[in-house]
């Protein structure tokens, strides 16, 4: 597609409840990053691919959080057994090749937790 | 104390003013330096990329780099209320092989007034 893609753009869900987030990058984009961007803070890494394995998992907050991608594109994010400090907007971007690439952000998914 | 610390504002220029938005940084590991835009409840759009210490310029913008003092500048001249919207900076270290996640300021809110 023309740009990054996410969805859904809004969730709103219970405390305890899973949710999954899911990301379709730049059509021959073989890198893919997930970041959380909370009110008032910045871009939080969480976690990137290369093909469909992660070597970087480093920034997922805890082990309810996980992510897959699948045929080297689309990727998902999970969070299970939700909780209200999960609210936050988590953008997916992704890049060419190897090395250091610009990264292209999707417009993001709104997570809401009551 | 933060990787990446930024200015959050808000800032507020008239229409036509010259816009200076700054980051300092305390990792000399970060090597390639980008500029993001980022609009209310959109994602952040990439505006200038550049490695080396300098100036890059593109149109009413204007990236500089000092590394020697870990300091990097982003300048809009002849501002336009359409550049109303949050200014990320972003940074990486040199990878070669591997993608590299991006560290993040908190961003500076700019408001541009007729």
């Known amino acids: 597609g023309a740009g990054v893609s996410q969805s859904p753009s809004n969730k709103v869900t219970e405390k305890g409840k899973d949710v999954e987030l899911r990301c379709d990058p730049i059509?021959?984009?073989?890198?893919l990053y997930w970041y959380r961007q909370s009110l008032g803070q910045g871009l939080e890494f969480l976690i990137y691919?290369?093909?469909?394995?992660?070597?970087?998992k480093s920034g997922l907050p805890s082990d309810r959080f996980s992510a897959e991608r699948t045929g080297g594109s689309v990727s998902t994010l999970t969070i299970q057994r939700t909780q209200q400090e999960d609210s936050a907007v988590y953008l997916c971007?992704?890049?060419?090749?190897?090395?250091?690439?610009?990264?292209?952000f999707g417009d993001g998914t709104r997570l809401s937790i009551l | 104390q933060k990787e990446v610390e930024q200015d959050p504002g808000p800032l507020s220029v008239p229409e036509g003013a010259i816009v200076s938005l700054n980051c300092t940084y305390s990792?000399?590991?970060?090597?390639?330096f980008m500029w993001y835009r980022q609009y209310s409840r959109k994602g952040p759009e990439l505006l200038m990329y550049?490695?080396?210490?300098g100036n890059k310029e593109d149109g009413r913008f204007t990236a500089q780099v000092d590394k020697s003092s870990k300091y990097i500048s982003l300048f809009i001249r002849d501002s336009q209320p359409s550049d109303s919207a949050t200014y990320l900076c972003?940074?990486?270290?040199?990878?070669?092989?591997?993608?590299?996640?991006?560290?993040f300021g908190t961003g500076t809110r700019l408001q541009v007034t007729l």
């Open positions: 972003a940074m990486s270290p040199w990878r070669t092989g591997t993608a590299s996640k991006l560290t």
């Open positions: 990792n000399s590991a970060f090597q390639y």
């Open positions: 691919f290369q093909g469909n394995s992660a070597p970087d």
């Open positions: 550049t490695y080396s210490s």
């Open positions: 059509s021959g984009h073989t890198a």
């Open positions: 971007a992704s890049s060419s090749g190897t090395g250091v690439q610009p990264q292209h």
